[in-house]
Structures are given as structure tokens and as C-alpha cells.
């Protein structure tokens, strides 16, 4: 069995008036390569008549964000062309690449209604090779995401990235990233091997797990040694997780804002081409 380094707890720090939850990077942990960051926001409920999403239009470079839809909905517009609004269980994948301005705000309909919201966006690495690939943005519905059922129908998976049990996930990830999210009923149990060489991404949205033997609390990410394949999840209430793994890049990492490179020289280009209008126009 798997043997567990830490349990990070993530730090509270919102956003204006939007709950953010930081897990990815903490005090206590900068990078689980090639997982880079993970914000948490709410679960709250908005009023009606009001401001939405507070993430308006911000370049990238470097980096891919992976962005799951708990509850309530994200209207996505990029330099790119692309533009969607996607609701309640489903999942947006953006590879920035060599560079895209892009907006993540709530959608009219929810700004003048109001209602429960609550999303999580995780950052994933990409390796030199891949930081100046071309910009891709695709967001799904939770209908258009594959699912698996385990322990007769107390655990969905849903299946974003990777394959799972030899089932594929709906999205292809270039640096061969598996990512699901699992929602399970009060005492289910799911066991799961992974590939002792990747770096596994635990985060437990909500509820609580023994994993592995250890307690894994909401908001929690759990931190594995690279020592074997099997993980064993047990939900202690009803709860849900962020799962995922992948092969560490094991390259420099530079960050700085929404620039994720892998040299100093390289975060400079990058805020050079974006004030040079390189990353694309942006037009409301």
C-alpha cells in the first residue's frame, strides 16, 4: 500500500466575496510535479442581482488549467475564439500554451438569478517542450463526461482524463494526466492501483476518507510517498473527490502570476509578448 508523506490543510483565502479555499501551493507544500496550484471556491449561495465571478480577462502561458463545475455555472471566453457556458457537474480544459487572454465569469442568467456555486481549478505543468504549443479550450457538460459505477452503486466516477479501468476519459491530455472526480455514499469503499512512478493528486472536496489508513478531511490534500501502487478510499460520510495522477516532469519551475516557464528570461518574454499583443486581442 501506498504510504502517505502529508495531509496539507488548504488556507482560507477569498477572493472579494467569493469563499476560496488554496490547497496548491501552501506553506507546507509548493508543487506536487506536475500538479502546480488548486483554488477551491465555495460552496456558497449568491444573491440575485449579483456581480458573479470575479475572474475577468487574465493572460496564461506555460501551463494548462482544468476547471470543474461543483455547482452553479462559468461562462468561459477566450482570444482564441472560444466561448461557452458550462454548468453544475461539468468540466472546462484550457491548455494556454504559448499564450491566451482569457475571461472565467458567472453567466447573465446566473448573475441575475443567483444560486449555489461552487468550482475548483487545478493548473497543470507542461513540460519546455510543450510550453509554446498551440492554444486549445474545450468545455463539457456533465452528460458529455464518461462515468463508472463501483461497490453496486455507491461510488460514480466521473471520468475526465486517462483511462480508467480501461475506460477513456473525455478529454486527451498532453502530458498524459488522469484525472476523475468520485462522488461516494456514507461507508462505500474503492481500491485503485496506480503506477508507483506517479505523483497521485488527492483532494477531498467534501466529506471525509480513510485513505490508505489515515484520516483526509474536507479540504485536505493528501501528499504520497512514491513507494507502491495501491490506494484504498473509504468514505466516512457522503463526500466527493478530486482524483488524479500523473508522471512527474521533474523540470525547473518559474511562476510568476499566470506564467508558469521554466527559466526567469522565459516569465520576462512572456510579460513582453503579452504587453506587445502576442497573446491574441481581446473584444468584449
Avoid at 218 to 241: G, K, P, R, Y
Amino acid at each position: 500500500m501506498r504510504t502517505i508523506k502529508q495531509i496539507h490543510t488548504a488556507t482560507y483565502s477569498p477572493i472579494a466575496d467569493l469563499i476560496t479555499y488554496s490547497p496548491l501551493p501552501s506553506r507546507t507544500l509548493q508543487q506536487i510535479d506536475p500538479f502546480l496550484f488548486l483554488n477551491h471556491h465555495g460552496p456558497q449561495v449568491y444573491p440575485a442581482n449579483n456581480r458573479g465571478l470575479p475572474f475577468g480577462p487574465h493572460p496564461h502561458r506555460g501551463m494548462e488549467t482544468v476547471t470543474f463545475i461543483i455547482d452553479g455555472d462559468i461562462m468561459h471566453k477566450d482570444s482564441g475564439g472560444h466561448e461557452s457556458v458550462i454548468t453544475a457537474g461539468g468540466v472546462q480544459w484550457m491548455t494556454a500554451g504559448r499564450g491566451l487572454i482569457h475571461a472565467e465569469v458567472s453567466s447573465t442568467e446566473f448573475k441575475k438569478n443567483g444560486g449555489n456555486l461552487e468550482i475548483l481549478q487545478l493548473w497543470l505543468n507542461l513540460p519546455s517542450r510543450l510550453k509554446m504549443t498551440e492554444p486549445f479550450y474545450k468545455g463539457l457538460q456533465k452528460d458529455e463526461i464518461p462515468t463508472i459505477i463501483h461497490d453496486n452503486g455507491n461510488i460514480v466516477s466521473h471520468l475526465v482524463s486517462g483511462t480508467w479501468e480501461g475506460h477513456k476519459g473525455a478529454f486527451d491530455s498532453l502530458i498524459d494526466v488522469s484525472l476523475c472526480t468520485m462522488e461516494y455514499k456514507a461507508g462505500s469503499q474503492y481500491s485503485v492501483s496506480i503506477p508507483a512512478s506517479h505523483t497521485i493528486f488527492f483532494y477531498v472536496i467534501r466529506g471525509q476518507f480513510i485513505v490508505n489508513g489515515q484520516k483526509a478531511a474536507m479540504h485536505t490534500l493528501v501528499e504520497f510517498n512514491h513507494d507502491a501502487e495501491q490506494l484504498t478510499i473509504q468514505a466516512q460520510e457522503d463526500s466527493i473527490l478530486l482524483l488524479g495522477h500523473a508522471e512527474p516532469i521533474g523540470e525547473p519551475v518559474i511562476a510568476q502570476g499566470p506564467f508558469v516557464m521554466n527559466t526567469q528570461q522565459e516569465i520576462m518574454e512572456a510579460y513582453n509578448d503579452y504587453r506587445m499583443g502576442k497573446f491574441g486581442s481581446w473584444s468584449h
